[in-house]
Each structure stands twice: as C-alpha cells, then as structure tokens.
C-alpha cells in the first residue's frame, strides 16, 4: 500500500476551523495514548444497534438498542439504555410428539391448533412487545472508591419488571487490583392473557363434548387462576479485577441469586402418556417458588500486538439442581488501524432440573413439581460467529455480526415407553444470529 | 558514564533532572523526595531523549534521517516509529492546507535569521522552490522515496515529540508521580499534583527584544512555545520573521513574535502555536476557533 498525501495545493479546500480536535487525534496516534488530561466538554457517546434472531420454524425476534452515555467530568457518568423488542412464532409448548395429530387450546382459552402427527408440538401464537429502560449513574466516592446506581424497567404485555442497583469499586495496589461488590432487587409482575394455569390441572380441549360455548368456558375457568402473580429477586455481586501485566487483565466474580414467588411459565404443558407412549392428556406445569443460584465466573483478557483475546468460564448450580458450564471466548484481530475482525465461540452445556420430565406416566403419583420445558432439561449449546467493525474517518464506528447458534436438548435418562421410542422428542433448535451496530 | 551527563538536585518539595539536548536546557521537576527514584526517571528521560536525537537530528551525518535525505531519489528503509511520525507530518499539512511542510527546511540554506539585513535575491529562493512540497514524498510502512533534491526535517516537531515520548516513560514508570517535563519551554506535565497545585515553571518570553523570565502556572497537561523574538531578519524597517511559508518560499508577514499555546500534549501544543504563526495577521482568531487557552505576544 502506497501512501500519498490527499492534500491538493491547487484546490482551495474548505477551510479547517477547528484543527484542534483533529490535531488531537493525530497526536493520539502519533504517542499512541489516550489523552491524559480530561477534555473540557465531553459529548454524549450513542450507540445504536439493530439484532435480527431467527429460529427456524420457531420464534424470530426484532431488537432495536439505543445506548447513550456521558461523562459531566471527574469521572461522574450517566448512561441509559432503550431496548424495544417484537418477538413473533412459535415456541414448544412442552408436549411430546405423537404419531397422530394432535389438537390444542391455545392459551387464552379461545380457539385451538392442530399439530401434525411426528410434529413437534409449537404453540404459534407466540408473540409479544418489550420495552426495557435503564439508567445508571457512576461517580468517585471517598477515597479511591466508586460508587454506582441504576434502575431498570420492562415491560411486557403480560410481564411487568422493575429493578434498582448499586454497587462499590474500590482500586488498590496503584489501580492494579479493583474489588467491586454489588447488589440488585427487582420485582416481577406476571398476569398472562387467560389466567394463570391451576397446577397441574388438565388443559380443557373442546372436541364436542361441551353442551355449548358456556358449559366449555366453565370448564376452561376451573383450570385458571384470575389474579396475576409476582416474583421477587435478591442478587450479589462480588468481583476482583488484577491487571496481571501491562498485557493481561483477570477478573473473577460471584454471584449469589436468589428468588422467591412464580417462576412457573403458565404457557407450558406435560403430557400424560400410557405404557405405549401414547397421549391420554395435558397438564400445565408447575415449579417450585423458590429458587437460589451460585455463579462462579474467571474471564481473563489478553492483549495482541495486532488485537485482543478474550476468554471467559462460567460455572453456575442452583437448588433446581441445574448445573451449567458456560465457555466464552473472542480473538480480535485489528486487520488494520481501522477495521477489525473477531470470531467468536461459545459453548454451553447444562444438567437438567431435578423437577424436569419430558412427560408424565398414566397411573404414577404427580410428583410434588414438573415441568417438560426443554430449556430446563439436559442440554448442550454453541454459538459460532463472526464480527467485523470499521471505524470511520470521523471516529464513528460501524459494526456487524453474524452468528449461528444451536441447542441440543438430550435424553437426561427416561426410558421412553411405546411409539415415543420412534419419535424425536428432542428436537435441536437452530438460529441465525445478524446484528447492525453504529456508534456515534 | 551516564550519570555525569545528568545533574540531581534536591528541592524543598520536589526534585530536578537536567541536562542538555536538542540545543536546549532540558528540565526534569518529580514531586518526590525519593533520589533513586527521581535519578532512574531522570535517566530514563536523558536516554529516550538522546535517542531521538541521534536518531531523527539532521545535523548528524549517519543517522536514520542523514539516510532518508541522502537517499538520492531512491526508496529509503524506515521504521514504524518513523512512520508515525511522517503520519503525524503528513495530518499537520493537510490541516494547515499545506503550510506546514516538513520538506520546507531546504528554505534555511537561503534565509540566515541573524538580525541582520540580509534578505535572499529571489532567484536563490526560487532555485529552492522545486525541492519543496510534502505533497512529492510518496511513503508507506516500509520506505519513503524524496525527490533528488529534497530534504526532510523534524525540527518543527522534533524537541515536542521528544517531551511527550519522555513524559509517556515516566508515567509508564511512576504511574502516580507528578512530573513536568520541560525541554526550553516546551512542558508536558503527567499528572496533577498530590495537592493539585500548580507547578510554577519559568519560561523565557520575550520582550522588547530581549529576553526575560516569566512564571507560567500549569496543573497537568502540555505548553509550547513558537516563534523566536531573536530570531528575525530586518531590511528598510520591515521586519521579517523566521517563520517561512512553504508556498512562497518567503516569511509570513504580520504573524506574532511568539505564541504559547497549552492543550493536553506537548506536541499538540506546539503545532497549535506554529500553525497560527503560519495564519500570520489572524494568528489570534485561529487561536480563539480551537477554544484553547493561548498566551499571544507581537
């Protein structure tokens, strides 16, 4: 590559007014150094992004982020976050495939859907709108210490979230070591269309027993609950970050989570099967109340001459039983001054909760709680994907990334009786990945 | 050996380095009491210093820049941070539209600033002309290829880029010490110090042709100084100044005698201050337009 100057002397070009900020980038990249005095008036850094999440045959999402970020100077720091996002398809219901079609009533109780026999059964009147809020402001506290606070808010059709943070950092051994603790509530609020499900009570299908419309109403109420339910959520925070050498950053975090009230999805259903794996019927599911998680997490980042690697673990068990490993890891690549690329890969693996069941036996005792959600079974899951960003000449910086992700739910260990034998009662979930970024 | 090329001295709350480069008086301030401490900075800053000045000095004769100058229109080898700096040269031309040219020094041969009256004849100064202009050099990561009869020289950038290269080691090293690097008034400061009070630092300014000292206050960041009030050229009462104008080949007329300038790099500094030499009449307004603070003298 052969550089030359743009510059045309003959060309009056237009006239430079302020040559400072310029200048001062030119200098950054001469000294290589960020500045080390404070700009006079700092600007508000915007991030936009748009995410497209595609199942196949399944559930497609639409996210929209906007992020904004500004500094008022001596490190006092505000940020917000506006996420909306539509989700629309078909998630799994939790009922296991047949050999035979399959008739369903939808959750709101009006109307049903037919699944086709060796089908997996999804319920495709999946669809919803969240918009989430957050603000978080950070500023110096006494000596060499941080403080932080936030709030969040989501809300969904039927889901309503509210959160308040705060945490402390404090640097020791001259900003080599941080340890930072942190803590965070939120409350939940569910009230889904159609009522909560009555636990394990059987999911009323109209096949033309029902006298009239009224007689069928009155059996579906008996199924719900009327008034809505809630969930609230303690977590901590505790973490170490050491600069280990002007290369190498490490940190390490605990985190303690725990939450009390509905955890239940009332969306979801088991199957009640005979000793051919037949389907005699659905009942809706139900989960304990309450619910602790310990997270272990070590993520060390390494910096290249030409980039940056970055490598996370995650170790997590719950009193679900529910144990996850959690591999992450990005390698950056500065193609040049400008561009980059950064594979990533992941890689997820997760034991199944002590309540899960893919379905329920005719004529055993209900167990105390179940659930057949997959996403509570055994499982194993990975990301591939790639990100490409480009910075341009005004220090905007575009961003892109592609990604492929899979779940592979697994048998964690039931015989399966009769014709289920013959039937894909795990089904992989597969999803594309596309992301637009622009910072600005 | 090295010690003796350096000098330590202990003052009431702070220590001071010296020694000479660049042609110039060159001052290392550490808030510290620590003399082991204050003399490895001060040698760290002396060795870095020296080493650019071997390395870019024009005046040397087998130095990276004797090569590039001698290179007879042919591809001369650099390194990276020669790249850097011909990338920083190259962003100083396009911002001053071309005032700032790094292969202008050729102009030197013709204009001697003595005070005396000798103005060149403008035939020296026009056989001086087809060696100028950064927009010939071709140059990437590797090599720079010069016209036969041109020449480069880091002079305007030089004795800055030192300052910054040397406070950068000394922030590297001492990451929570207060140090002002300061080579003839060109000043980089690391970082406030422990009291935030300012450092109070003697520079020469000038007035009514001669020089006095004059305390300038700086917390943190850069301060540099252009233009030369001894340094200038006077024929039939017109004073010329040493600042020259690439495109004419002639100084620019009506700029102030001596602009500093502070912003958070010493480099960034001085460039701010000879880029409004270069706007000559509206060296000020320029200043104004970059929302700095500036000390202007005419």
């Not at chain 1, 005792?365 to 910075?391: C, H, I, N």
């Not at chain 2, 080898?77 to 850097?84: A, H, P, Q, Y």
């Not at chain 2, 960034?268 to 307004?285: C, D, H, K, Y």
Request: hydrophobic residues 35%; proline residues 4%.
């Amino acid at each position: 590559m052969q550089l030359t100057s743009q510059s045309n002397l003959t060309k009056q070009t237009k006239k430079i007014t302020n040559v400072n900020s310029a200048l001062a980038a030119a200098t950054c990249a001469l000294l290589g150094s960020a500045s080390v005095v404070q700009a006079e008036e700092s600007v508000w850094e915007m991030d936009t992004a748009l995410l497209y999440y595609g199942e196949t045959d399944r559930v497609t999402a639409v996210e929209g982020v906007f992020s904004a970020k500004k500094d008022f100077g001596d490190e006092h720091v505000f940020s917000g976050k506006l996420v909306l996002d539509t989700l629309t398809g078909a998630s799994a219901t939790g009922a296991v495939s047949q050999p035979n079609a399959q008739t369903f009533t939808r959750p709101s109780g009006k109307g049903q859907y037919e699944i086709n026999g060796g089908d997996v059964p999804l319920d495709d009147t999946f669809k919803d709108t969240r918009l989430q809020l957050e603000a978080q402001w950070t500023q110096p506290l006494w000596d060499d210490m941080r403080g932080s606070a936030g709030v969040h808010f989501s809300k969904e059709y039927d889901y309503l979230s509210v959160a308040v943070n705060g945490s402390l950092a404090r640097d020791f051994n001259q900003k080599n070591t941080t340890i930072s603790a942190g803590v965070s509530l939120a409350f939940d609020t569910i009230d889904p269309e159609g009522g909560r499900p009555v636990a394990f009570s059987e999911m009323v299908v109209n096949q033309g027993q029902f006298a009239n419309d009224q007689a069928y109403q009155v059996a579906f109420d008996a199924t719900r609950q009327k008034d809505s339910d809630d969930k609230n959520t303690i977590d901590l925070m505790f973490g170490v970050t050491q600069v280990i050498n002007r290369r190498m950053l490490m940190q390490f975090n605990y985190g303690y989570s725990t939450s009390d009230g509905y955890h239940t999805d009332p969306f979801k259903v088991l199957s009640i099967v005979n000793d051919q794996g037949v389907t005699q019927s659905l009942v809706h599911e139900d989960r304990p109340t309450e619910r602790t998680r310990h997270s272990f997490y070590w993520q060390t980042k390494y910096a290249l001459d030409s980039g940056v690697a970055d490598i996370s673990y995650r170790y997590a068990t719950d009193d679900w039983d529910i144990n996850s490993h959690t591999i992450d890891s990005r390698l950056r690549f500065n193609i040049s001054d400008n561009t980059y690329i950064q594979p990533h890969f992941r890689y997820y693996q997760q034991g199944a909760a002590e309540f899960y069941q893919p379905f329920l036996m005719e004529g055993s005792m209900l167990p105390t709680f179940a659930s057949a959600d997959y996403r509570l079974g055994e499982m194993t899951a990975y990301t591939v994907g790639l990100k490409y960003g480009m910075k341009m000449p005004s220090g905007n910086e575009w961003a892109f990334r592609l990604e492929y992700y899979q779940q592979d739910p697994k048998n964690a260990g039931f015989d399966e009786p009769g014709v289920l034998q013959q039937l894909d009662l795990y089904p992989s979930v597969k999803a594309v990945i596309a992301q637009i970024s622009y910072s600005f | 050996m090295e010690s003796e090329s350096f000098s330590i001295v202990q003052q009431n709350d702070h220590i001071v380095g010296r020694f000479t480069a660049m042609a110039s008086p060159c001052e290392i301030l550490l808030e510290t009491q620590d003399l082991i401490l204050a003399n490895h900075l001060t040698s760290l800053a002396y060795s870095e210093t020296k080493r650019i000045e071997q390395k870019f000095s024009r005046y040397l004769s087998n130095n990276l820049m004797a090569n590039i100058n001698h290179s007879e229109g042919q591809p001369a080898v650099i390194d990276e941070e020669t790249f850097r700096l011909l990338q920083f040269a190259d962003s100083c031309f396009e911002l001053s539209e071309g005032q700032f040219d790094i292969t202008s020094g050729v102009l030197r041969s013709a204009w001697k600033f003595d005070g005396s009256d000798n103005i060149p004849t403008s035939e020296t100064v026009k056989a001086l002309m087809s060696g100028i202009g950064w927009h010939k050099v071709k140059f990437d990561k590797k090599s720079i290829t010069l016209a036969k009869d041109m020449e480069l020289d880091f002079g305007g950038i030089g004795k800055e880029y030192a300052v910054d290269c040397a406070a950068k080691l000394c922030s590297k090293y001492a990451p929570n010490l207060s140090v002002v690097i300061n080579f003839g008034g060109d000043i980089q400061v690391t970082q406030p110090r422990k009291n935030k009070q300012p450092w109070n630092i003697a520079i020469e300014s000038p007035e009514a042709n001669k020089a006095t000292t004059k305390i300038l206050q700086i917390v943190s960041g850069g301060l540099a100084t252009s233009g030369d009030a001894r340094r200038f050229l006077l024929k039939n009462g017109k004073r010329y100044s040493h600042i020259l104008n690439p495109k004419t080949g002639y100084p620019i007329e009506n700029s102030p005698r001596s602009v500093t300038v502070a912003a958070p790099h010493c480099i960034q500094a001085g460039l701010l201050a000879t880029l409004s030499l270069l706007q000559g009449a509206n060296a000020e307004s320029f200043l104004h337009q970059q929302g700095i603070k500036f000390w202007c003298y005419r």
